[in-house]
Each structure stands twice: as structure tokens, then as C-alpha cells.
């Protein structure tokens, strides 16, 4: 097996253990950025499975594929006609939340965002 195509089998590991964790409640959203060929079959898996799903082009070869609950997916295409690097703090903040990641870490990173060159903690306390 070539390093090209393992990294493939683990990439496909990863998106079963991820369809899993939404199957069972854990994750209501999931984001999987992949190259068009990729997010072009494993959107068949999904739509076999009755699991929604978009996908947002990222480049010419890759697209982020976005997938779980409708009313998630629904408020995330409100926001996703832009590249990520590009939504606002609150848009940025609520990405995160929706998918899972740290509310702390998120509201480090949202303090961060909205006041450039002050401290979290400084955020914080004014």
C-alpha cells in the first residue's frame, strides 16, 4: 500500500467514525475538508445513508464537506458563500460551536478576533 493510499484508508476511517458519532448523537455537525473526487463519493454514502449534507468549493481541487443535522446545515448556508478565513467573528464563533469544538477555546478565539492586540484576559475583566 503506497503512503498515497493509506492516507486515503485513514482518511475514510476517520469520515465512518465521523457519520457514527452523528448517527449516535454525538456531533450534530461535521466538516471534512477532501478533494472534489473524494467529497463526490463519500456524498453518495451520505445520501444512501438519508444523512444531508453541502459542500463549499474551498480551490479548484478541494471543497469542504459540511454534513448532519438539516437545521445545522441550514444555518451554515447562511454564512458559507465565503471562504472561511473570511467570516466574522460571530460567524466564526458559531462554526466552532456548531461543530463541537472547545466553548472556551471559542470564546478565547472570538475575543481575540473582535479586539486585535488585547489579551483574552484583558477582554475579559473590561
Known amino acids: 500500500m503506497s503512503a498515497e493510499e493509506f492516507s486515503r ?5 476517520l469520515f465512518l467514525h465521523q457519520i457514527y ?3 449516535k448523537g454525538v456531533r450534530s455537525l461535521v466538516l471534512c475538508t477532501m478533494c472534489r473526487t473524494c ?3 463519500l456524498s453518495e454514502r451520505l445520501e444512501r ?3 444531508a449534507y ?11 464537506l459540511y454534513f448532519g443535522n438539516r437545521m445545522c446545515l441550514e444555518t ?3 454564512f458559507i458563500h465565503k471562504p472561511l478565513n473570511e467570516l466574522s467573528a460571530e460567524e466564526d464563533f458559531m462554526l466552532g460551536a ?6 472556551a ?3 478565547e478565539r472570538y475575543c481575540k478576533r473582535k479586539s486585535p492586540g488585547v489579551s483574552s484576559e484583558q477582554a475579559a475583566v473590561n
Open 54 to 64: 453541502r459542500i463549499q468549493s474551498v480551490t479548484d481541487s478541494k471543497v469542504n
Open 105 to 107: 477555546g471559542q470564546c
Open 9 to 13: 484508508y485513514d482518511s475514510m476511517k
Open 21 to 23: 458519532e452523528f448517527q
Open 98 to 103: 456548531m461543530l463541537g469544538y472547545d466553548i
Open 49 to 51: 445513508l438519508g444523512i
Open 39 to 41: 467529497a463526490s463519493l
Open 76 to 78: 451554515v448556508a447562511t
